[in-house]
């Protein structure tokens, strides 16, 4: 299996597909200001306290205050309060973490009416984005996380990924870590730190160790609470940092400065694949040329076709993911309704998987798979389903078939669901129902054309139109687009996008910027 990562830079958003023998497994969109990503560390203050849910609601500047139980305050939370006031005290010299004190471990069986009080300043850090009506959900148990290990604050405990099973490797490991952690941080080794030498290690704990005391220097240098005082890295490395492997064949990304970021990245962490983050400069939107559009289109939406006419309905709700499965119009194996049944839900299981990561589907997930008599097959769908998930990195858990013939799924949240909108909206009447002649199309982009290169001066510019209106464009010895071209100039030039409704048109300069040429009148 070949894996390969593409990366779409917009102006308002990115985009970060992963393929898996060229096939769309997982997709993350997001805007390019999005701000509570999982991993952000605040400076809040605690806003309501719960005594009823043993929790409180604290400010970091989202419209819904977040929530942050006595459970998740931590063992070191006193000692983060302890040293934070000390921060506080000089604003102009940092008092050196390496001679904080560390308090006893807050009990668990604590109440949060006598640990917080309203008003009070808390170091915290986003460990579930947003959803629906739910604000952020906080801890108080910082860390940063690298590609090999994760530094935890105020923890001199050093851990290793169960996933290491040579007791060899694991004594080295925590041998070598011990010889290189400061004072008052703990460290926990990931799994992909298995076989790494003492120098790559030492690097990546320099790197993390500069964002715990920028973290704590911007903190001593302002005063406006609530604050963000580390932000994760950008969507495209982090998601490198947790999927990155040696498998990848290629990195393509069509913005040099996120290329310059990644390629920067994965110099650190892997030097000798360095070579396949690979800038894409070709005229075509990245996507269509990988064939991702298509994908994301078909794969999106309430209703999934997978294999010979049979089809998944997927519906969401507040509380769960409804899954249905129905063999549509297929035709009945020859060996009888039940080997049809089997043949229909193991195909479901393996779109069903994919799905779940490519939505990033999280909490509960019920299937409702086509009913069969036999036992060993329910066991054998079951199964099946097993071995697809063990791809998800999310943490999952899957309970055989019920007596109803129904699959429950719990599967890790930590944002919203991907859910991309496939319907398209008119681009020209915006749903009221009237446009202009469309044979007429063609004559208003040349209107836009002519004031774009006459009135404005623009001569060099990319219009993106849906492939058919390209198709038309350009059919024909003088075509269109060389008519245009003859008229305003050499620098028009006619982009296909798989993206773009039927009558919806783009402009871009030369440095591939938006230009926006809408006019109201045009809805009219």
């Not at 997982?26 to 805007?31: I, K, V």
């Not at 471990?105 to 460990?127: A, F, N, P, R, Y």
């Not at 970021?261 to 269509?288: C, H, M, R, S």
């Amino acid at each position: 299996m070949t894996s390969e990562v593409v990366i779409d830079v917009r102006d308002k958003e990115i985009s970060i597909a992963l393929l898996e023998d060229k096939r769309l497994v997982e997709y993350q969109n997001e805007p390019r200001s999005a701000s509570f990503s999982v991993g952000n560390i605040y400076v809040a203050k605690v806003k309501k306290l719960m005594p009823g849910l043993n929790a409180s609601f604290v400010d970091v500047g989202y419209e819904r205050d977040a929530f942050l139980h006595y459970l998740d305050l931590g063992g070191q939370f006193n000692s983060y309060g302890k040293y934070l006031k000390q921060v506080e005290a000089d604003r102009k010299k940092l008092y050196p973490f390496s001679k904080a004190t560390r308090l006893p471990d807050l009990k668990k069986d604590g109440s949060v009416t006598q640990t917080l009080t309203i008003g009070q300043e808390v170091l915290v850090q986003v460990v579930k984005e947003p959803i629906s009506t739910k604000g952020p959900r906080l801890t108080c148990e910082l860390s940063f996380a690298g590609r090999y290990l994760v530094l935890i604050p105020f923890n001199d405990k050093v851990s290793v990924s169960s996933k290491i099973k040579s007791g060899e490797e694991r004594a080295r490991l925590k041998q070598l870590i011990h010889s290189i952690k400061p004072k008052n941080f703990g460290i926990i080794v990931r799994t992909v730190a298995e076989g790494r030498r003492v120098a790559e290690l030492d690097t990546e704990l320099k790197v993390l160790l500069k964002r715990w005391d920028d973290a704590i220097a911007k903190v001593q240098k302002t005063q406006k609470r609530p604050q963000l005082i580390f932000e994760e890295t950008g969507r495209a490395v982090a998601m490198l940092r947790d999927l990155f492997d040696p498998t990848y064949e290629n990195i393509y990304i069509n913005n040099e400065e996120v290329f310059n970021e990644v390629k920067q990245y994965v110099t650190l962490i892997a030097p000798e694949k360095a070579a396949i983050v690979k800038q894409y400069t070709g005229n075509v939107p990245i996507f269509d040329n990988f064939n991702i559009t298509k994908q994301i289109k078909s794969g999106f939406g309430k209703a999934v076709n997978y294999k010979h006419g049979a089809y998944l309905i997927i519906e969401h709700t507040e509380a769960l993911h409804v899954v249905d499965v129905n063999s549509g119009n297929r035709t009945r194996s020859e060996n009888g309704q039940e080997a049809n049944a089997l043949e229909v839900n193991l195909g479901a299981a393996d779109e069903l998987a994919r799905q779940l990561r490519l939505r990033d589907m999280g909490g509960i997930i019920v299937v409702d798979f086509i009913d069969m008599n036999v036992a060993e097959d329910r066991q054998l769908l079951y199964e099946r389903m097993c071995k697809n998930m063990q791809k998800d990195r999310a943490r999952h858990n899957i309970l055989p078939l019920s007596k109803f013939g129904l699959m429950q799924i719990t599967r890790q949240r930590v944002r919203p669901a991907m859910d991309v909108n496939v319907d398209e909206t008119c681009p020209t009447c915006f749903g009221k129902g009237k446009i202009k002649s469309s044979f007429l199309f063609t004559d208003q982009l040349e209107g836009k054309i002519d004031h774009l290169v006459n009135k404005i001066g623009i001569t060099k510019f990319y219009l993106h139109v849906h492939p058919y209106v390209a198709a038309y464009i350009n059919q024909g010895i003088v075509s269109l687009k060389r008519k245009w071209q003859l008229r305003y100039g050499w620098g028009v030039h006619i982009i296909p996008s798989q993206k773009l409704a039927f009558l919806q048109y783009e402009f871009y300069d030369s440095k591939k910027e938006f230009i926006d040429m809408k006019e109201e009148i045009e809805t009219k």
